[in-house]
């Protein structure tokens, strides 16, 4: 046999041989175990919240976002968090559950965020990327849009667009299109 | 047949090809497969299995050669297989026409050699960290050499890896240029390429209308489809280039391949394998590892080695082998790894095939806390692997694979 | 705006033809253009020594579609032939070698046809040439030296390249034979390279449109800022440049402090703290602020004297005309392409239609000067195109003329290969190429005997480690191909038969080299 076999030889233990011809051993894979320190270093203000269906599956999970301050102020909305296998060679895919009326995020709940797409690098972390979902509630961008009526809208009138958000917020109408209600009703 | 060729090409001694049993891996257009088989065949070994779950396309027939038009919507592995084993005698080929992925340790175990075919960087990753999971420093038969090749137009390469001892193809992943992305709001609002229109059409309009319940990239129906999107949205805005052949370039990724480049790269690895089998001369492994091939300006190689990364997440990060008392309970495990030198933990999070306990965020360490008190061997088996994170630890991280001490004595 | 161009032919709305499908993966390297060159070929392969690397050979060229090839071969299949050739099986053996190779090489593709001729005592090889014509002609080593100049006098007479092959062992070398100049326009350059904008040059079109972009570049809104190309604000601020010190940024130094001033013009009191145009502006300043520069090889064009068969060929006649624009202009043609960079549609469109419609008139010009010529009359209007745009990447092979002597050659190699380990350089492959060429008309030979041969040429062979070495290797082969060998030769020698047809890409000039046991090509002008 090739000399590294033989520089490798160690003695044969017993129980290779039954754990070769026995049952698969599970093992932890790359994506898992970057996924496992992403979310326990995570460090939430109390505007955010994460909730897994299943405690064993941590590569599907809902972010959900109240923010405090700015435009979206009182509102509550959700995103899906889709991590693949390729995680982090390959950036989490994040949807907008609810139809909000918003420049970066489209009727779909597709989201511009750089990070979430061009500029994504291994090197990133769920917590930008949730800090970077937070940063486009505070401040919308209008010069890049995914919904264009939006962007145009926040451009040419920010009072107008401030006052269009809370009617899409309490479910109403915009341009025909409806939108669902986010608004946090307290009881 | 064989004895002849030896004859007259006479080599110096070696072991007998026969005892070798190879596998070839092979996923996608590219082609390398049908090479590959042909080279080992002809080479003298004499045991190869072939897995591929792909059927044959007429865009294969220019360069799979061991495919008719008559075989289009055939297994590839089925009929390169049958093809070789009928044309050089005395080769037996076993085919597997599923994933890569639907095979297990066992399977992978019975081999001498992995050569590797692939297309995807996703499928050529799975294998590499298969192979380096799979071994194990007390068992010699548990190296498995992998040679992986690649193309691209008039380019390509090959390279050797010998996982765990070095640079595995995880550690290469900066040899490929990802693919640039365009920012989803470039396809919406502004775009200025006929390849936005294109990808405005994949991504977006598709999803607003779905026009079949799912996207098949192989349904000229659906290339249609997007061809046609595309080419109204580059005529709303003046832009020029959108063609049905561009279209399904870019929603199926396309890269340009041809029989000649196949050849180069697929004999390249095979005169690896044809090395490390015979060790007749040295092979690309230990020193130099990596053959980068273009053919587009004269011809270049260049040959060179690729230095293994120590914080490589899958070579440089083996599971360490840990004993535990399967009787104790998950807490306890907990506290016994505060106190192990290397690890140290202040707060440590786990999970194996489930989730043993995770310190955050709040919702899951509420749901995984009741693991705490059950037994280790209620949580995990015999040989199974944790993975540990720790914020103390910052980005190092540790995966142990459980050796019960004991039997377990179940509680149940 | 400027102007609408509306070239664009509508495409078909039908999917691709069968061909199409047929060759997709390989269109998209060398277009249709490529591929007819390919179907209108007709290879030859005379077939000499084991026998698999010129069936290697052929294996690549009949599946991308090469219109009909040819085996010449004198041999009959033996038990030997089917362990290393994959286009010969039992039912072949005792048969015409050439007849069963065609065979079954001819199955792998139905557009292609193949023909076979067998020679021997009875059928002598001339019979070979009497009707038929081939555009390229491939032989394998060791070849009959009778042979070898039967072809050779044919090549040379009909100037249709000649291409040698010899594998043997771990080694093989082959070898290009190009008759006179040979010329290449389309070189398929990377397409990073390709970037010509002549921001150091504008012409009224361009500055009238910089300036519109930037008028009152201060009090834009935060949108229209943030979406000037890239182009314009480089412009807009090589213009403010020039004002200020009365030239443009010409040193690495003054391009950096030029690259500062553009940086300090973005704007950052936004949610961003910055602007993607603008970190454009800032990446592209090192590589576009410079006058474009002749390449050697486009020099090279320049300066060749073609001979009188050469000069009427539309090839020289438009290279002519290029070289008379170049000197009234210190530029060559603009190519006319513009790289995507953040900017509204229409604004980008219409940046793109100012590249063109400069690229067409330049095309124009050109155009002019080539039907002066008494040959230019019937050059199509897209090679003159196509030449432009590829301008400053055209290069010119030689073929085989006057390269150095192998004395010569011989001492820079090994002279090289005294410093290789210190200066990290891989040795030199021509001990490998001298001792195959050594056996070049003989099926075998002694390792002493082919150092002898050697010798001949280089006396001081028999004292040089790697000569011997090599030598011993080519000995113990005993003419014997290795499978992996010839097929990764028969690929190399593929590439390089597709290049020189179609004439595409860079054929090498003139012999590769390739070691198997170190993994290594070396590209030598022998």
């Known amino acids: ?92 895919k994040v949807l907008c559950k609810e139809k909000i009326y918003h420049p970066n995020i489209d009727l779909q709940g597709k989201v511009c965020l750089n990070i979430l797409r061009e500029d994504w690098k291994p090197v990133l972390n769920l917590q930008a990327v949730i800090v970077g979902l937070q940063f486009l509630f505070l401040e919308p961008n209008a010069s890049d849009p995914l919904n264009k009526e939006a962007a145009e809208d926040l451009r040419q009138n920010r009072e107008g667009f401030k006052r269009n958000v809370r009617q899409a917020m309490g479910g109403g109408s915009i341009k025909a299109e409806h939108f669902d209600k986010v608004l946090i009703t307290r009881v | ?105 066992v399977f992978y175990m019975q081999f001498s050699i992995v050569i590797c075919g692939l297309d995807s960087i996703e499928a050529r990753r799975w294998i590499n960290s298969a192979l380096v999971n799979l071994f194990d420093p007390e068992d010699e038969d548990s190296l498995k050499p992998l040679i992986d090749g690649g193309t691209e137009g008039f380019k390509g390469q090959a390279r050797v890896v010998f996982p765990t001892l070095t640079s595995c193809l995880e550690c290469q992943l900066d040899m490929h240029a990802p693919r640039t992305a365009v920012p989803l709001c470039t396809l919406a609002t502004i775009p200025r390429q006929p390849e936005h229109c294109i990808e405005w059409a994949h991504i977006i309009a598709w999803e607003n209308d779905k026009p ?117 309970t998950l807490e306890e495990f907990i506290a016994s790894l505060a106190e192990r030198a290397e690890a140290q933990l202040k707060k440590p999070s786990i999970t194996a095939e489930k989730t043993l306990y995770m310190q955050a965020p709040p919702q899951l360490e509420k749901l995984s806390r009741p693991n705490l008190v059950k037994k280790m061997g209620e949580l995990v088996g015999n040989g199974d692997e944790i993975g540990v994170t720790d914020p103390s630890l910052g980005a190092v991280d540790f995966k142990y694979k459980m050796k019960f001490s004991r039997d377990f004595a179940s509680t149940a | ?108 593709n139905s557009d292609v046809e193949g023909q076979h001729y067998q020679f021997g005592r009875d059928r002598p ?85 910089a300036q519109s972009v930037t008028k009152d570049i201060e009090n834009q809104s935060a949108h229209d800022h943030g979406h000037i190309p890239y182009l314009a604000i480089l412009l807009h601020h090589l213009a403010r440049w020039q004002s200020e010190h009365g030239a443009l940024p010409s040193t690495y130094k003054e391009k950096t402090a030029f690259r500062n001033f553009v940086s300090a013009s973005t704007r950052t009191d936004n949610a961003e703290g910055g602007e993607e145009n603008f970190e454009e502006a800032v990446a592209a300043v090192l590589k576009t602020i410079s006058s474009p520069h002749l390449s050697g090889a486009v020099k090279e064009v320049f300066d060749y004297k073609p001979d009188e068969v050469e000069s009427v060929s539309s090839f020289w006649i438009i290279a002519e005309a290029i070289k008379t624009f170049y000197s009234k202009h210190n530029a060559l043609p603009l190519p006319g392409s513009v790289p995507d960079m953040k900017a509204q549609s229409t604004i980008y469109v219409q940046l793109q239609n100012i590249y063109k419609s400069k690229a067409r008139q330049d095309v124009l010009e050109v ?55 210190l200066a990290m350089m891989p040795l030199s492959l021509l001990p490998i190429y001298l001792s195959l060429n050594a056996t070049s008309h003989v099926p075998s030979a002694s390792s002493s005997e082919i150092v002898a041969t050697i010798s001949k040429i280089i006396p001081s062979a028999s004292s040089n480690p790697r000569i011997v070495k090599a030598a011993e290797e080519v000995a113990r082969a005993k003419g014997g191909e290795l499978h992996n060998i010839s097929s990764l030769t028969g690929g190399m020698v593929a590439q390089e038969v597709i290049k020189i047809v179609t004439q595409q890409y860079i054929p090498i000039d003139n012999t590769c080299v390739f070691d198997g046991i170190t993994s290594r090509t070396q590209v030598l002008r022998v």
């Open chain 3, 125 to 209: 090889l001339e019979g070979l040439f009497s009707d038929a014509t081939f555009t390229l002609i491939l032989y394998t080593l060791p070849i009959d030296s009778n042979n070898l100049t039967l072809i050779q006098k044919y090549a040379n007479e009909k100037k249709v390249p000649l291409l040698s092959i010899h594998s043997a062992g771990f080694y093989s070398y082959f070898q290009t034979h190009l008759p006179g100049s040979f010329p290449i326009v389309d070189t398929h350059p990377d397409s990073t390279a390709t970037t010509d904008l002549r921001l150091l040059t504008p012409w009224p079109e361009l500055s009238e449109f």
């Open chain 2, 212 to 328: 079949f319940p799912a996207l098949d990239n192989d349904d000229p129906e659906h290339i249609t489809w997007l061809f046609q999107k595309a080419l109204a949205r580059a005529k709303e805005f003046n832009i020029s280039g959108v063609t049905y052949s561009l279209t399904q370039g870019v929603v199926k990724n396309i890269i340009p391949a041809i029989a000649s480049t196949n050849a180069i790269i697929a004999a390249s690895c095979c005169n690896e394998a044809f090395k490390i089998a015979t060790q007749s001369n040295p092979c690309l492994g230990f020193e130099e590892n990596y053959m980068m091939y273009s053919g587009n300006d004269s011809i270049y190689t260049y040959t060179f080695k690729h230095e293994k990364k120590d914080d490589c997440p899958v070579c440089g990060n083996l599971a360490r082998e840990l004993a535990v008392d399967p009787n104790i």
């Open chain 2, 1 to 105: 047949m064989l004895k002849q060729n030896q004859e007259s090409c006479s080599l110096p001694p070696r072991m007998d090809r026969k005892e070798y049993r190879l596998l070839i891996e092979h996923r996608g257009a590219g082609g390398l497969g049908c090479e590959i088989l042909k080279n080992l065949a002809l080479s003298g070994f004499k045991d190869i299995h072939v897995i591929d779950m792909d059927t044959i396309d007429v865009s294969n027939l220019n360069r799979q050669f061991l495919f008719r038009a008559s075989d289009v919507g055939n297994s590839k592995a089925e009929i390169a297989a049958r093809f070789v084993e009928k044309r050089v005698k005395g080769v037996s080929i076993t085919p597997h026409n599923c994933k890569i992925q639907d095979k297990d340790d």
């Open chain 3, 367 to 421: 155009l002019e000067t080539v039907r002066v010529h008494p040959g230019g009359k019937d050059i199509p209007v897209t090679e003159v195109e196509i030449f432009c745009k590829n301008a400053a990447f055209i290069k010119l092979i030689h073929g085989k003329t006057s390269p150095a002597s192998i004395v010569e050659i011989a001492d820079k190699e090994f002279e090289s290969d005294d410093i290789a380990a």
């Open chain 3, 1 to 108: 705006m400027t102007e609408i161009v509306t070239d664009q032919t509508p495409p078909v709305l039908h999917g691709p033809s069968d061909k199409e499908k047929k060759y997709d993966r390989q269109l998209r390297l060398w277009a249709a253009s490529g591929q007819k060159a390919l179907e209108d070929a007709h290879i030859l392969l005379l077939n000499s020594g084991s026998g698999t690397v010129g069936v290697e050979t052929l294996k690549n060229l009949v599946l991308p579609g090469i219109g009909k090839f040819t085996i010449a071969d004198d041999s009959i299949v033996t038990e030997a032939d089917l362990g290393v050739n994959f286009f010969l099986d039992e039912d072949c053996l005792g048969m015409s070698r050439s007849e069963s190779c065609v065979r079954l090489l001819q199955e792998l």
């Open chain 1, 1 to 92: 046999m090739l000399n590294i076999w033989t520089m490798k030889r160690k003695q044969q233990q017993d129980d290779n041989a039954a754990a070769a011809s026995g049952t698969k051993k599970k093992k932890v894979t790359a994506a898992q175990l970057r996924v496992q320190k992403d979310l326990s270093e995570l460090s939430l203000p109390g505007t955010m919240e994460t909730t897994f269906k299943d405690p064993d599956d941590l590569l599907n999970f809902e972010l959900k976002i109240e923010p405090d301050e700015g435009m979206y102020k009182g509102g509550r909305f959700h995103f899906t968090f889709e991590i693949s296998s390729e995680f982090p060679h390959q950036a989490p």
